[in-house]
């Protein structure tokens, strides 16, 4: 919805505008490393230069996030902001 920037509903019945660049995203997903890189892609595509990404559990083992955070480092288009129990990353100029 949000790519094809059509109308919603908002928790409190308003009328919203979906669409156009973001600077935080917060990810809380399935869990699996497809799902962490397609939310991953998804936050990207609408990410501003300077904005960030959370991801949450993505320092627990268990959790695809987990494994995928080492390579949205390696790309060298995010930068680490924090690491403890959830990753912080700050996107660059590219």
């Known amino acids: ?18 669409g156009g660049p973001l600077s935080f995203c917060y990810v809380d997903g399935n869990h699996t490393h497809e799902g962490a890189e397609r939310d991953f892609e998804n936050c990207d595509a609408f990410l501003q230069v300077g904005g960030f990404i959370r991801f ?9 996030a987990f494994r995928f955070m080492p390579e949205v ?5 995010y930068r680490l ?5 959830n990753y912080l990353l700050q996107t660059m100029q590219i």
């Open 73 to 77: 480092v390696a790309a060298r288009r």
């Open 1 to 18: 919805m949000w790519k094809r920037e059509q109308a919603a509903r908002d928790v409190f019945d308003r009328d919203v505008h979906l």
């Open 56 to 64: 949450e559990d993505s320092t627990g083992k268990g959790f695809g």
């Open 81 to 85: 902001v924090a690491r403890n129990r």
